[in-house]
Structure formats: structure tokens, C-alpha cells
């Protein structure tokens, strides 16, 4: 690990003045920033310890739509157990509990979860190539063990995918995200946060330099009798989905009013699925109609060799997580 | 023939670990823990190619950095004494030897450590070691056990080389009921918790210290002996604790030697502990191993006639060979069996046994395809067995010692309630997802060999007993505590004093191949009872049960009354064959749209004697039944060919099974002692606690879904493929 200097400012002021260069880097929990500097993926010259700013904290606010609003530092752990979370989006509690294991999540932070990047194994050793890591030096996943890779929005420069469990859930509902740097404020609609590979995906997501995450706000919905998270991973926890679905239905009597639907493990962002979303809207919740918003949802699906079964996993999980929000079975 | 006389001690509860506190409450030292005076790091900087040529070795970089005290290199370490004399003499030439780090300029596999610094401080070393630039001359390198299969051939030395042959074996063809399969176990690390760690002292010039982890003090201490051409007495290895190994510390490995030798460099002492991603490549693993199994019966279920061939790799340099295939030359009563087992040398480092060893893969490919020939013959698997059940052995002709296997697989169907069991797969749910009900057997050696045992009773009333054997988190402690005080009923178990680990003390073996318990339980047993002998002459005849020892030794004026004694198997073993056997059963629920496979119950029963050390035994049979749910369902040392390199090398992308994935195991012991192996009538089961397991896995899966995988491990894509 390569020297870097350490700070850990008390106001978010000096947070955002120590942030302007590249060089510097916000740490949160660490449970993935750390590892990345251990194994020389990235290099810092400064660590920004934020957990002294007052970034924590669930509140629900009433005005003519009414939302909750999370802090950027609030902790995966805490955000899963919350009553007010629990009670309106179980989905997003679902998708907590479903992601890496019970230490970890009560180490990372809603900002951190957002900004987790890729578990790729080739962006992971610096001694393979990675056009993620190293700008133009390759994908060694386009044609090596691709088995976790992704099968939308994909580019010939990186076939990755976000590793994150609760954005899956966060794209789903529609949260927004509020960012702050020195030039002031701006929400970012959650499905617009990560991005694409396309020709450079050395970026994860739409942050700029200088911002910093400082809450997510999700705005009410009726999805919370129907909601439904399914991960299928190979082992029962403490690993990173093959293909997860998170599914919220506005059901009344029997017809689907509205739906929500989101895929994670299949692109490099949470993949919303708003073809078969407005399929499904109007029409009753069965098994036929299920399956056919996943045919529609699989349009565009490319896969790479090893990650082939997602091509047959992913409408499979899509209609069991849809039957499962449904109550139907 | 004649038994002994000896009774059956009650199946009891048994006592509790007797380092349970130390380890729960971290009182228990490891040997990373240990901190000596002046201790310096040791950290690898390894190659990023898989074979050829270090042109150049620039680490003037890494000298210069902050805290560095030595970087050594193939151009600039000092010379082991014991490397000049060329290969190591306890070998057969051709098997060639284990690779000897900084000897010379050549890369022979990817994570070949290619320099090593020494620093102050672990973080230093990691940060120097980074700073080390190195240019190659590449060789075209091979990694892929399957694309060089065919260069595979016969071993050349060790035990399990040559073809076998009884019969004529081509029988199978001809048979009313065939089975022609191919099975596949991928790279499997043992990846323990406990990293390698090496920490070395010169107290002399000609005397070193060593905190180890090693599964043998003794035959750590003699390859440290050899290397540097010391006198064994001046090494001294100490490994007080181990935690878990599964065979990875069962040999000395290049990177331990390289840490004695940095420690005499820097005069300094020098720990090494490895990096998980250096485990992978550094300490063996259970190699890839291609398997057919070709079997045929007649209509009524009784074998005519099985081939098995099997083919594994191994590195460029070394041959490794294990018993993949020895299991079916016994396993069932089968007039006409072949075995043929070759090894393809790879630009890998050396596998090495790994929990269950070349019998685990083995018992997945033969156990699968009794299975398959079950379900073509439209008959249970268990009747199967017993069909074809071999009551002396197929192989040599001999009487069994002891065999209950009959008896095991009735316990463990009863329990797992197999009644339930349907025939045709895929006809079983619960809660919409598919059940499947399979059993699987395992089979390994049960021998005894030799050991000293030094017991003394000290005029403080503690029965202290000693031998160098380590505990590598199996219980040895505890069961050889339970031995000696079923012998000295008198004693308090809280005043039975059992010390190992350390090389200074009366010679046992390493620890692996289900061997200790017998080995070493039966020296401490005659140890035991020649020291109670010794006891009832001091004090003439007519000696009560219980004795107050403290009181005639302080009358006799003696401080401590002693035995040191050595005692392996009898002869008479020479006319029987003896194994340990366990039977598996499982209930896995899966997934039908999603392919995930969910363990829900698993019995495992063990006929291994009689059960010392109750307790113990069932965490043997429980880890065993875990590894192979790991191996069965997740375990996969993946790598990439074009770059020789692995991809999963960490605990986050390597796969073991985690609490949730393990569900209510159940060890039921058939506790039939079998007196002809050792006094107590104990038969080793550590490794069959995990062979054969994870053939009943994937029977249960076939028995759940109609599909049959026969490449391991068993993951949801496979089964939507
Ligand atoms: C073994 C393992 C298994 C895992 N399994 C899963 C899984 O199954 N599912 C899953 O979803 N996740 C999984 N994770 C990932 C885990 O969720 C993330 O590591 C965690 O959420 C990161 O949060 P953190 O607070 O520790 O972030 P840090 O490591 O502190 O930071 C991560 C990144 O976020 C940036 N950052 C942090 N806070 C802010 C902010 N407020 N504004 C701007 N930038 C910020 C940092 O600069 C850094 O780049 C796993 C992790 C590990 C190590
Ligand atoms: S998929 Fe993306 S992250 Fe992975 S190797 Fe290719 S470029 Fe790098």
C-alpha cells in the first residue's frame, strides 16, 4: 500500500473543500474502499474520513408526497432493521438483508453500498488486464471466466456488473439522490445514478469529483404488501447474486395497478425493467402474464460463454420473484 | 484367532474439548501469535507469468523503502546447504522433489514467489515487496488438466502408480445392465482459516527455533534439519495450536525453508504468514482429477465386471500421486475389476492431500456410478450395495478386521427416514421445491503405527503425558485425555495434563490420514497401562481401584513415577484387511425454476470402531459432512488458462460453506470395536467423514431433479443448463 494522507474533517464544509482533487477519496465504512487500496487497485494520496458529519439517520417527511429520507452514512445493517423501512419499502429491507454478510453490514454505508464498485476478478488483479482499472489495457473477462458478467448495456470495453443488492431495490422504487460539492446541491434520479460501460468505463456512475453523496430519498408508493427481493446466489448468504429481482406490485383486486421492476447481477448498473413493467400495468396478476413481461424484459440479453445460464435464469427468477411479490402459488 | 480380552467402554457422552476454553476465550495461542524480540516480516513478491525466464530483478526500490532489512533473490540468497546436495535422498529419483525457492532463475508457476523482503513491519514488507520490478522471457505454459490429458501417463514412483487388474474387466460390456460415465473434480484448496505461518530464530549459529504451522513438529523439524544441515536436535518446532490444516501443512513447503533462511541472513527472527491469495498456489491443493467409471451387473443387481480410470494433475517438477482410484479394487464383491491412474504434469505448483484425499474424488466418480447402475436396474442404491456386498476382501483375499457396513447403512436410512425415498427422481416436493433423497459410501485405510509416549504421575496428583503429535482442530488433545482416563479411572480428567505440539517431545507422527487416534491413542493407552502397572508394583498387591497416588508417591519419596514408552501394531494385523467405513445421507430441496440446491438434512454414519472421544467424533463427522457440502455444491479453484493465474483466489469468490448453508447433520456411530487395530478398538475417521459425501450429495440431487451432474461443484447454472 502506497502512503496517502488521512483526515477525517468535522463538518461536511471541510469535507467538501478536501475533496476537490482526484486524488483525494471519501471513506465511509472502508469495507470496500480498504480492500481495494490492499490489493493496489487504487491508490489515494488522501483518505476523507466522513463519519464525523451528521449523515446519519431515517426520517419520514409529509408534504403533498410524502417520502423517507436516508443519510448517506447510515448503515446497511441499520436501514434493514428500521421500523419505518420496514414498514413501507420491505423491498429495499429485502435487498439489505440479502447482501454480504451480517459484519459487513454493519460496516458499509448506504453511500458506500452506492459507490461499491464491480467484483470483477480482473479489475481485481492488477497483474490482468482491465479496461475498468487501467483505461485500453483490455477486458479479461470478454473472453475469460465470465461466469458473473453481464448480459445488458454491455460494451466491447467491459462486460461488468454492479455488485450492489440494495440498489437493485433503490432503482426499483424511484429514489433520488441529493449530492453536494462546493458548487451547492443536486438530485440525481437513482436509475440515472450508475451508468453504462460504453466507452469508458473506468466510471462507475455520474458523480463528479468534488460531490459527495449526503442522503437517498425514496418517495412513497403502494408496493409495500407486494414487494418481493429474490437473490439467487451459490451459496445461501455471504455471496454476490448470480441474478436478483426486485419486484413491487400495486395490487388491487387481483389486477396490477402498478409495477416496479428491477435486475441486478445482469449490467453494470441496476437493470430496470420498464418494458415488462408497462406490460404488466392493467392487467391481472397470473403466471401467463408473468412470463410474458419476462419474455419482454429478456429482449437485447447478450451473454459471453460462462454467464450463458443467465440467459434462462434471469426470466426464470423474474417470473418466480413476480409469483412470490403476487402472493400467487 | 484370538481376541483380547477387553470389554467395550459405555457409549458415553464423553468429555469436553479439553482446550474448548482456551480457544473460545482466544487464550489459545496460534503460531502467528507468537512474538519474539527484534521479530522482523517476511512478504513474496511473485511472478505474473507462469513459465520461462527472470531476465532481470530490479529491487533497489524495495531495499531502499522504509524499514527494510533484506530482499533476497535468486542472485543474491544465500545458499541452503541442504539444496547443493541436489535432490532430496528420502526420494526415488524420478519423482523429482519439491520446487526450491531463489535456486536459480526459472519460473515454473504463476505466484512462484520470485523474491521475498524483509522488513520491520508487515505493512513495510507488503510495500516493498510491490516495489519489485522483474522482466521474464515467456514460455508458452499449460495449466488445463483437460486439454493435457492426453499426455497423461502412469505415475513413475509412489504408492499409487501402476495399473490393476483382477479378472478380466471388460466384462462390463457384456453385461445386461451398463453404466459408462465420466465424472470431473475441479481444483479444490483446503483454505483453512489458519494461513501458513513460518516465524524462525538462530538462538545459535547451528540452532534455530520455529513457530510452525505444521501438521508434524517431527518431520518439520527434520526437513529444516536437512536443509541446513544441523544436528535434528538443534531445530526445535513448536505448534501449540493449529486451526484447521485438512492436509495442507502435512509437508514442509519451499517458503518455510526460505523463511529459516532469511532469519539466519538478517539475524534477526522472521515470521512469514501467507496471504489467502498465496495459499492458493503455495500449499498444495486437491488437484483436478478426470475420472470414467465403466461398470456392468447382471439383471439381478450382481457386478460382473468395473474400470476405473483416472487422470490428475500435478506440477513440471514433481510427481503427486493419491489413491483416487484404490477404493474400487476392494469396495464391492466384484469378480473382474481394472484401475488405471495417470497424472498430467502442468505449469502448476504441486497439489497435495487435501481432507478425504484421492479417496473423496474417487468415492464422488464410483459412488455416482453405483447410483446411475441402481436407477438403470430400477433398484434401490442401498440394495445395490448389499447385493454386492464384499464380506472378505476382493483385493488380497483377506479377512476384514472388522466391517458393520450392513449395520450403517440400516442406521442411517432409519434415521433419515429413506422410506420416503422415491425411486423415480423428480417426483418428491415440499413447498414447490423438488426433494431428493442419496447416500453415498466411504472408505479408508485404518493402520497403527508407531509412537512414544512418555506418562508420568507427579506427586501433585496430575497425570502429565507426552508426545509430540499436533492437533490440527480435530480433538486429538481431548480423546487421548479420555484414553488415559478411562485407564486412571482414579484421576480427575481436569488433572490429566496431555502436551503436544513440540519437537523436543517423545516422537509421534504427523497428523493426517485418519491415523492419529490409533497411532498415538494406542501408545498412550500401553503407556497408560504400564504406568499403572508400574504404580500397583510400588505398592505391592492389593491395591484399590482408586488409589491415592499423591499419597503413596510423597510416601515412597518420589516426585514422579514414569514410563516412556514405544508401541506400534501388532503382526497379526498383517493377515487382515482393516478400513473404516462411513455412510452418508442427505435430503437436498432444489430450486426447480432457479437450479439452487438447498442441504436439508444429512446423516452420517461412521463405523470406525469404537468411538473414544464421543464429543470429538461427532465435530469430526460434522466438519466431514460440511467439507462436503463445500466440495459437492461450491468448491472450485477456478483459474484462467491463458494466464495460468486463478480468479477466485480469495474467501469472498472461493466458496465454503457459511452457517446458512448447513443444515441439522446427524453423526450416528455403529461403536463396534474392532481390537485387532489398536487396544481401545479404535479406527481413525477423519477422512471418512468427507468421502463419499459428496457422491450422496449429487445422488440426492439426481434423486430430486433427474439430473445427473457429474462435474462438481454442483451449481445452479449446471442444473439449468
Ligand atoms: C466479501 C464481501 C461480500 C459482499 N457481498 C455483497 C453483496 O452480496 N451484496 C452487496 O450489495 N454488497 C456486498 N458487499 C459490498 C458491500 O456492500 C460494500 O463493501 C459496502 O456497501 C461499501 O460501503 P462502505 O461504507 O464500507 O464503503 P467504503 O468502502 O468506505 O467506500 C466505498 C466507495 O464509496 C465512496 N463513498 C462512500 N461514501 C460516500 C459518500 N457519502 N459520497 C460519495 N462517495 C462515497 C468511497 O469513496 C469509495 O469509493 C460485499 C463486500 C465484501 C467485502
Ligand atoms: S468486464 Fe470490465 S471490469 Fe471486468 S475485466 Fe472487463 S473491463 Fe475490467
Known amino acids: ?329 | 484367532m484370538k481376541q483380547q480380552a477387553q470389554h467395550t467402554p459405555p457409549f458415553t457422552e464423553g468429555i469436553n474439548r479439553v482446550d474448548g476454553i482456551m480457544k473460545v476465550t482466544g487464550a489459545a495461542k496460534y503460531s502467528a501469535e507468537y512474538e519474539l524480540p527484534g521479530m522482523t516480516y517476511a512478504v513474496f513478491a511473485i511472478s505474473n507469468i507462469t513459465k520461462g525466464i527472470i531476465t532481470s530483478i530490479d529491487i533497489k526500490a524495495a531495499e531502499r523503502a522504509p524499514g527494510v532489512l533484506a530482499v533476497l533473490t535468486h542472485l543474491n540468497a544465500p545458499k541452503v546447504p541442504g539444496y547443493e546436495s541436489g535432490k532430496d535422498p528420502s526420494k526415488p529419483p524420478t519423482t523429482g522433489g519439491p520446487l526450491k525457492f531463489f535456486v536459480d532463475n526459472t519460473v515454473k508457476y504463476n505466484g512462484q514467489p520470485i523474491a521475498m523482503v524483509v522488513a520491520d513491519s508487515f505493512e513495510r514488507a507488503t510495500y516493498a515487496a510491490s516495489l519489485i520490478k522483474a522482466q521474464y522471457k515467456k514460455e508458452q505454459h499449460e495449466t488445463d488438466t483437460e486439454k493435457n490429458k492426453f499426455k497423461a501417463a502412469a505415475p513413475k514412483g509412489g504408492r499409487n502408480g501402476g495399473d490393476y487388474k483382477r479378472g478380466t474387466p471388460d466384462d462390463w460390456k457384456t453385461a445386461a445392465v451398463k453404466v459408462e460415465q465420466e465424472y470431473v473434480v475441479p481444483i479444490n484448496v483446503h483454505n483453512p482459516m489458519e494461513l501458513s505461518v513460518t516465524l524462525a530464530h538462530w538462538t545459535a549459529d547451528d540452532k534455530v527455533t520455529v513457530y510452525a504451522k505444521t501438521q508434524g513438529v517431527k518431520s518439520t523439524q527434520n526437513a529444516i534439519a536437512q536443509a541446513f544441515k544441523l544436528p535434528v536436535e538443534n531445530v526445535q518446532v513448536t505448534t501449540k495450536f493449529v486451526g484447521g490444516a485438512f492436509g495442507n501443512a502435512l509437508r514442509t513447503w519451499p517458503h518455510e525453508i526460505a523463511t529459516v533462511q532469511a532469519a539466519k541472513l538478517v539475524k534477526r527472527p522472521v515470521k512469514t504468514v501467507l496471504t489467502r491469495e498465496l495459499q492458493f498456489n503455495t500449499v498444495g491443493y486437491r488437484p483436478y482429477t478426470w475420472q470414467k467409471v465403466s461398470m456392468g451387473a447382471s439383471a439381478d443387481g450382481k457386478l460382473t465386471g468395473i474400470i476405473h480410470e483416472a487422470t490428475a494433475q500435478t506440477s513440471s517438477f514433481e510427481e503427486f500421486t493419491e489413491g483416487t482410484v484404490n477404493m474400487t479394487r476392494f469396495m464391492y464383491a466384484c469378480p473382474s475389476v481394472g484401475t488405471v491412474y495417470k497424472i498430467t504434469p502442468l505449469d502448476v505448483n504441486t497439489p497435495t492431500w487435501m481432507r478425504g484425499p484421492g479417496e473423496a474424488t474417487g468415492a464422488f466418480a464410483l459412488e455416482s456410478a453405483m447410483d446411475e447402475l441402481a436407477d438403470k436396474l430400477g433398484i434401490d442404491p442401498i440394495e445395490l450395495r448389499i447385493r454386492n456386498h464384499a464380506d472378505t476382501d476382493p483385493e488380497n483375499g483377506k479377512p476384514f478386521s472388522s466391517k458393520n457396513l450392513k449395520e450403517a447403512y440400516e442406521m442411517g436410512a432409519d434415521k433419515i427416514g429413506w422410506s420416503k425415498r422415491k425411486l423415480k427422481p423428480g417426483t418428491l416436493t415440499e413447498d414447490g421445491w423438488l426433494i431428493g433423497y442419496g447416500m453415498g459410501t466411504g472408505v479408508f485405510g485404518a493402520g497403527r503405527g508407531r509412537a512414544t509416549v512418555k506418562a508420568a504421575l507427579l506427586d501433585s496428583g496430575t497425570l502429565l503425558i507426552q508426545t509430540s503429535v499436533t492437533d490440527i482442530g480435530v480433538g486429538t488433545g481431548t480423546a487421548m485425555t479420555q484414553i488415559a482416563s478411562e485407564i486412571f479411572t482414579g484421576i480427575p480428567v481436569k488433572k490429566i495434563k496431555f502436551e503436544l505440539g513440540d519437537s523436543s517431545l517423545p516422537p509421534s507422527p504427523t497428523q493426517g490420514g485418519s491415523t492419529i487416534t490409533s497411532t498415538v491413542g494406542g501408545a498412550v493407552h500401553d503407556a497408560c497401562t504400564q504406568l499403572k502397572e508400574k504404580f500397583q508394583q510400588l505398592i505391592g498387591n492389593g491395591g484399590t481401584d482408586k488409589p491415592d497416588y499423591v499419597k503413596v508417591l510423597k510416601e515412597k519419596n518420589l516426585p514422579q513415577l514414569e514410563v516412556t514408552v514405544t508401541s506400534s501394531g501388532s503382526t497379526e494385523m498383517r493377515n487382515f484387511s482393516s478400513y473404516s467405513y462411513s455412510v452418508h445421507f442427505v435430503k437436498v430441496k432444489v430450486h426447480p425454476k432457479t437450479g439452487v440446491v438447498r442441504v436439508d438434512n444429512v446423516v452420517s454414519v461412521a463405523d470406525s470402531g469404537h468411538i473414544v472421544s464421543p464429543k470429538t467424533a461427532r465435530s469430526q463427522i460434522i466438519g466431514g459432512a460440511i467439507g462436503g457440502i463445500g466440495m459437492a455444491l461450491m468448491e472450485e479453484g477456478i483459474m484462467d488458462h491463458r494466464y495460468g493465474r486463478y480468479v477466485n483466489n480469495n474467501y469472498a469468490d472461493y466458496h465454503v460453506p457459511i452457517s446458512a448453508d448447513i443444515p441439522q447433520i446427524d453423526a450416528l456411530f455403529v461403536n463396534k470395536p474392532d481390537y485387532r487395530v489398536n487396544p481401545m478398538g479404535a479406527k481413525g475417521m477423519g477422512e471418512i467423514a468427507l468421502i463419499g459425501m459428496s457422491a450422496a450429495v449429487a445422488n440426492a440431487v439426481y434423486n430430486a431433479t433427474g439430473k445427473r451432474i457429474r462435474e462438481l461443484p454442483i451449481t445452479p447454472d449446471k442444473l439449468l443448463a
Open chain 1, 1 to 329: 500500500m502506497k502512503q496517502f494522507q488521512y483526515i477525517r474533517p468535522a463538518t461536511q464544509q471541510s469535507v467538501l473543500d478536501a475533496i476537490t482533487k482526484p486524488g483525494a477519496r471519501i471513506l465511509a465504512g472502508g469495507s470496500n474502499l480498504i480492500d481495494l487500496m490492499k490489493r493496489g487497485v487504487t491508490s489515494p494520496d488522501k483518505l476523507v474520513d466522513i463519519q464525523k458529519l451528521p449523515l446519519k439517520g431515517i426520517s419520514k417527511s409529509t408534504g403533498n408526497v410524502s417520502s423517507i429520507s436516508i443519510g448517506a452514512l447510515e448503515l446497511n445493517s441499520a436501514v434493514a432493521e428500521n421500523k419505518l423501512i420496514k414498514e413501507e419499502f420491505p423491498l429495499l429491507s429485502m435487498a439489505l438483508n440479502a447482501g454480504a454478510s451480517p459484519q459487513l453490514r454493519n460496516m458499509a454505508t448506504v453511500g458506500g453500498n452506492m459507490m461499491q464498485r464491480t467484483r470483477c476478478t480482473y479489475f481485481y488483479d492488477t497483474a490482468m488486464p482491465c479496461n475498468k482499472r487501467e483505461p485500453n489495457s483490455g477486458c479479461g473477462a470478454m473472453e475469460g471466466i465470465n461466469r458473473m458478467h453481464a448480459i445488458f448495456g454491455t460494451s466491447e470495453k467491459c462486460i461488468a456488473v454492479h455488485p450492489s443488492d440494495m440498489c437493485v431495490a433503490l432503482a426499483a422504487l424511484d429514489a433520488s439522490v441529493e449530492v453536494k460539492s462546493k458548487k451547492g446541491t443536486r438530485y440525481i434520479p437513482f436509475t440515472e445514478f450508475h451508468r453504462l460501460p460504453g466507452e469508458t468505463p473506468q466510471l462507475d456512475n455520474t458523480l463528479t469529483t468534488g460531490e459527495l453523496i449526503t442522503r437517498v430519498i425514496i418517495p412513497h408508493n403502494n408496493f409495500a404488501k407486494n414487494s418481493y427481493y429474490l437473490k439467487v446466489r451459490d451459496r445461501a448468504s455471504y455471496a454476490f447474486a448470480l441474478i436478483s429481482v426486485a419486484v413491487g406490485l400495486d395490487i388491487q383486486g387481483g389486477n396490477i395497478k402498478e409495477a416496479r421492476l428491477a435486475m441486478g447481477g445482469v449490467a453494470h448498473k441496476p437493470w430496470r425493467l420498464k418494458a415488462a413493467e408497462q406490460f404488466l400495468k392493467g392487467k391481472p396478476a397470473t403466471v401467463a402474464n408473468f412470463e410474458q413481461a419476462a419474455s419482454l424484459a429478456m429482449q437485447g440479453a447478450k451473454s459471453f460463454g460462462h454467464n450463458d445460464f443467465k440467459l434462462k435464469m434471469a426470466p426464470a427468477s423474474i417470473i418466480e420473484a413476480l409469483s412470490n411479490a403476487a402472493k400467487l402459488s
